[in-house]
T-cell receptor, first 115, second 112 residues
Framework: GAVVSQHPSRVICKSGTSVKIECRSL??????MFWYRQFPKKSLMLMAT?????????EQGVEKDKFLINHASLTLSTLTVTSAHPEDSSFYIC???????????FGPGTRLLVL | GQQLNQSPQSMFIQEGEDVSMNCTSS?????WLWYKQDPGEGPVLLIA?????ELTSNGRLTAQFGITRKDSFLNISASIPSDVGIYFC????????????FGTGTRLKVLA
């Protein structure tokens, strides 16, 4: 199956700093990628759709100025959590459609802890 | 955000037993995916269903796409300890955006 990687796998930062998370499709191209957020013991909540060469589409209630998304190439999307606060601590997961009929393949996730 | 109703929320079973879980929605979906997630990792695709009525197997796993396109079930036969984890269904919306809505998850624990 298609492989999606994320970097870093975990990050700890101070409140007020910005954190960038990378999502890469390793063996296929993805004009669209998706970013999810997952709280402990909860389901995945879609945050935004990352579109190569154009602006991201954000889900209702997600602050676009808080969560900056850049999809600069067909294999890379980045999510930047700006001015992070403790309530931004969460597990962030990206996915990319690949293979038959746009099946979604997920990255391994990035655990963010804001102190 | 929108979510699918998934049941049961959690279950404890004995090793060797069969397991069944399902997802229901008030909306029609054109693709159903079933994933397993281990702690601290991303979801791993188990089975993909692309048309109403489709029944697909992957080893001890079997899943079906409901005829109404509003539900799907996943069965695990002869469970083993490594089946422990959280199982999620995901439905693709029909808007052509390839966005998926996720179920609330079923937490499975297998007792040896």
């Amino acid at each position: 199956g298609a492989v999606v990687s994320q970097h870093p796998s975990r990050v700890i930062c101070k409140s007020g700093t910005s954190v960038k998370i990378e999502c890469r499709s390793l063996d296929f191209q993805a004009t669209t990628m998706f970013w999810y957020r997952q709280f402990p013991k909860k389901s995945l909540m879609l945050m935004a759709t990352s579109n190569e060469g154009s602006k991201a589409t954000y889900e209702q209630g997600v602050e676009k100025d808080k969560f900056l998304i850049n999809h600069a190439s067909l294999t890379l999307s980045t999510l930047t959590v700006t001015s992070a606060h403790p309530e931004d601590s969460s597990f962030y997961i990206c996915s990319a459609p690949g293979g038959h009929q746009e099946t979604q393949y997920f990255g391994p996730g990035t655990r963010l802890l804001v102190l | 955000g929108q979510q699918l109703n998934q049941s049961p929320q959690s279950m404890f079973i004995q090793e060797g037993e069969d397991v069944s879980m399902n997802c229901t929605s008030s909306s029609i979906f054109n693709t159903w995916l079933w994933y397993k997630q281990d702690p601290g990792e991303g979801p791993v695709l188990l089975i993909a269903l692309y048309k109403a009525g489709e029944l697909t197997s992957n080893g001890r796993l079997t899943a079906q796409f409901g005829i109404t396109r509003k539900d799907s079930f996943l069965n695990i036969s002869a469970s083993i300890p490594s089946d422990v984890g959280i199982y999620f269904c995901a439905g693709q919306t029909t808007s052509g955006t390839y966005k998926y809505i996720f179920g609330t998850g079923t937490r499975l624990k297998v007792l040896a």
